[in-house]
Structure formats: C-alpha cells, structure tokens
C-alpha cells in the first residue's frame, strides 16, 4: 500500500510515521509512506503557500499554484482526500475501507484552509477526524495513517488482534488482564484461568456487550438492538441488560 501526504510540514508527519508500528512497516516495505512539502514548488523568493482571503477577514488560505503543482508533479495515488473538519467522518469502517486500497493520499490543510479551486477541481473526497478544529491537517493525517495502517494485513505481528477489538463487530472491546493473576488484592475474573475456551470466548463476549450497553448504546441501537442471544449471554454471567 502506498499513502502519499502533502503537507507544509513535511516534519510533523515524517516524524510521526518514522517511529513504532508505523516506521518498523516502513522499513520492511510493508506500506510505502512519502511526504511531500507544498512549499518546494513554490517558486518566489519567501516560498510563500497562503494569501490572504479575497473579499477580507481573519486568516490566510493555502494558495492552490503549490497544491496543483506538487499532484502534477508527483502524481500521487488516488483517492486524494483532503483532511477537513466538513469531511466524511474516519471511523473503524472507513479505516477499514481505506486498507483495503492499493493507496491513497491526504491533502493536509492550514491557517483557515485551502483554495475553495483545490476542493472543487482537484480532491476527490474530504476526510474528517471528528466533530473540532484542528489548526492544520499534520496530526489528523497521522491519525489516518495509524488507524489504516495497522489494518493493513502484515503490519501487526498477531493479526486476530484488530479482527477482536472495539468497532471490528460494532461493540467496544472485552476487557484484558495479564499476569499477576492477582494484583494488590483485585483478582482476574476466574474464568480466564479456566482453560475453557468455549465459556472464556462466552465471558467475552458478554462483557464486550455490557460495556456497550453502559457506554456507547449508540453502537447497540446500529446494531438494531440486543439480540435473544445477546440477551441469554448477558443472563448467563448476571451482566445487566440495562
Ligand atoms: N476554516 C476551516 C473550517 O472552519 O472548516 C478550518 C481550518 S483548520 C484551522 C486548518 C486545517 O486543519 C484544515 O484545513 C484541515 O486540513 C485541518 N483540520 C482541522 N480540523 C480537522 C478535522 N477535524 N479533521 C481533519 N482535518 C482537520
């Protein structure tokens, strides 16, 4: 997979997507990240990428001469989304669909944003990382990157892991002991010391729908609400339907 970002802070991201999980797939060539500065097209002196806004007000806008510039220049892979607060919301699904792509890019915004010319005749989506305002696109491409990237199959050492965890079948996640079995009194629940993998997948699987219920019914009512069987599960380990 290859994701390309272009960004006037060619820093912020290079930093972030050098290290951990991100850096190690790197550097096995598992996913190809390239970053590319806006401002090493521009050609005037100050490397200028924003002007003020036509009509007045508060703000610079990114100019599109470098924006245009760096796609014809470098031709990165489609779709080219650009990070925006307006955009399609990422959630685990959209993740999902992005690692499924060959690639992708991300167009990373400053100061009040880009030339409305960017949005209509160049970018073919707008991807948002939730409901506030960030002041550049840096940190919610590195958002992007992580949330796709380790979706992408060979970044992660165990891949059953992201196919167990929050959102994977629309609850939020069972809870996790490890060793000591008990720590300064608080015990791990009996039955993950049982052996019995039938009633641990059972525990688990209640346990990631009470916490739903209790924190995100939300995601219970996409869901279509409980099932008889989620019902019976929650009866089974006294877990309150409520
Ligand atoms: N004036 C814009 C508006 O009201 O929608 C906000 C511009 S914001 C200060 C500067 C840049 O940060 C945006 O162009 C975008 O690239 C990025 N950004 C801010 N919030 C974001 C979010 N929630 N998701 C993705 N990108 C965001």
């Known amino acids: 997979m290859r994701i390309d970002i272009l960004t006037i802070f060619p820093d912020l991201v290079e930093g972030f997507a050098s290290t951990s999980l991100l850096g190690k797939a790197r550097r ?13 097209v521009a050609i005037d002196p100050h490397r200028s990428v924003d002007d003020s806004p036509f009509g007045g007000g508060a703000g610079m806008v990114l100019k599109p001469e470098p924006i245009f510039d760096t796609v014809e220049k470098v031709n990165p892979p489609r779709p080219l989304l650009y990070l925006s607060p307006s955009g399609r919301r990422l959630d685990q699904a959209y993740a999902q669909e992005l690692s499924e792509l060959d690639g992708f890019s991300l167009l990373c915004g400053r100061y009040e944003g ?10 073919d989506g707008e991807i948002s990382i939730g409901d506030y305002v960030l002041a550049g696109g840096e940190i919610a491409a590195g958002v992007v990157l992580e949330a796709v990237g380790r979706l992408v199959p060979g970044m992660l050492g165990n891949y059953d892991s992201v196919e167990e965890e929050s959102f994977s079948d629309g609850l939020v996640e069972y809870p996790h002991y490890t060793r000591p079995a008990t720590f300064r009194s608080w015990e791990t629940p009996e039955v993950l010391l049982s052996g019995n993998h039938k009633r641990i997948e059972d525990w688990r699987k209640a346990q990631a729908l ?24 929650l009866a089974e380990f006294d877990l309150d339907e409520t």
Do not use: M, Q
Request: proline share 2%; hydrophobic share 35%; charged share 40%.
């Open 28 to 40: 096995e060539g598992i996913i190809d990240v390239n970053i590319h500065d806006l401002r090493s």
């Open 114 to 123: 880009v030339d409305e010319r960017v949005r209509e005749h160049l970018v």
């Open 210 to 233: 009470a916490r739903t219920i209790k924190w995100r019914p939300d995601l219970i009512e996409t869901r279509g609400g409980l099932s008889d069987s989620d019902r019976r599960l």
